[in-house]
T-cell receptor
Framework: GAVVSQHPSWVICKSGTSVKIECRSL??????MFWYRQFPKQSLMLMAT?????????EQGVEKDKFLINHASLTLSTLTVTSAHPEDSSFYIC????????????FGQGTRLTVV | AQSVTQPDIHITVSEGASLELRCNYS??????LFWYVQSPGQGLQLLLK??????LVQGIKGFEAEFKRSQSSFNLRKPSVHWSDAAEYFC???????????FGGGTRLMVKP
C-alpha cells in the first residue's frame, strides 16, 4: 500500500516550452501533496504544499506563476513548469499524505527534467 | 526555525566495517524523524522512521537509528556495511505528523572494497 506514482520519470524539453508532471496516489486519498526540488548533488527543498480543492502554498523564493500546481482531486496533483529554462533543470519529487492515516507522506519516484 | 543538519558531507568506510551517519535536529518539540537513501538518479527509499516510543528504531537493510533527545540527534547505524550501501543518505524531520519534511544536506557514503 501507500504507493505514489510520478509521471514522467524523465523528460527533456526545449527552452520556452511548458512541462507537466503528475503525482498520483494509487491506493489512498491524499488531501495534501508536497512538491520538492533537488538540484544535482544537493538536498531536497520544499517548493510548495498543495491541498485538494484549494490554492497551493509556495515557499519563499518559488515563483507561483512559473510553477503552477493543481490539486483537483484526492489522488492527483500536477506541477507545470511554464516557459522552462535550463536553470529549471532539476529532479522534482512529490509526496502525498494519506487522508486517513496521516502520520507521514509517501514519496513518488521523482521526475528528472532537463531543459535544453 | 526548524532545521535538520547532517555534519558529514562525505564518509568513506571499508566493506564490512561499521557505519554511523550523524543527524542533528532543531525543533521546538520532538519531531518526526526519517532516514532516506537515494541511489544516483533514483528516488528516495525510506530506511526507517521515528515518531515516538522506543528510541532505538530498526529499519530495512540492517539499518537502525537512535533518537537521543539530550543530544538532539538521530544517528543512523549499520554494524557491517556492504558495497551496495554506497549511496546518498538523507535525514529529514517534520514538526507534525504528515507535514512537509525538512531535509538535511545529505551524506554521501562511499564503500571501499
Amino acid at each position: 500500500g501507500a504507493v505514489v506514482s510520478q509521471h514522467p520519470s524523465w523528460v527533456i524539453c526545449k527552452s520556452g516550452t511548458s512541462v507537466k508532471i503528475e503525482c498520483r496516489s494509487l491506493d489512498f486519498q491524499a488531501t495534501t501533496m508536497f512538491w520538492y526540488r533537488q538540484f544535482p548533488k544537493q538536498s531536497l527543498m520544499l517548493m510548495a504544499t498543495s491541498n485538494e480543492g484549494s490554492k497551493a502554498t509556495y515557499e519563499q523564493g518559488v515563483e507561483k506563476d512559473k510553477f503552477l500546481i493543481n490539486h483537483a482531486s484526492l489522488t492527483l496533483s500536477t506541477l507545470t513548469v511554464t516557459s522552462a529554462h535550463p536553470e529549471d533543470s532539476s529532479f522534482y519529487i512529490c509526496s502525498a499524505r494519506d487522508r486517513v492515516v496521516n502520520t507521514e507522506a509517501f514519496f513518488g519516484q521523482g521526475t528528472r527534467l532537463t531543459v535544453v | 526555525a526548524q532545521s535538520v543538519t547532517q555534519p558529514d558531507i562525505h564518509i568513506t568506510v571499508s566493506e564490512g566495517a561499521s557505519l554511523e551517519l550523524r543527524c542533528n535536529y532543531s525543533y521546538g518539540a520532538t519531531p518526526y524523524l526519517f532516514w532516506y537513501v537515494q541511489s544516483p538518479g533514483q528516488g528516495l527509499q525510506l530506511l526507517l522512521k521515528y515518531f515516538s516510543g522506543d528510541t532505538l528504531v530498526q529499519g530495512i537493510k540492517g539499518f537502525e537509528a537512535e533518537f537521543k533527545r539530550s543530544q538532539s540527534s538521530f544517528n543512523l547505524r549499520k554494524p557491517s556495511v556492504h558495497w551496495s550501501d554506497a549511496a546518498e543518505y538523507f535525514c529529514a524531520g517534520a514538526g507534525t505528523a504528515g507535514n512537509m519534511l525538512t531535509f538535511g544536506g545529505g551524506t554521501r557514503l562511499m564503500v571501499k572494497p
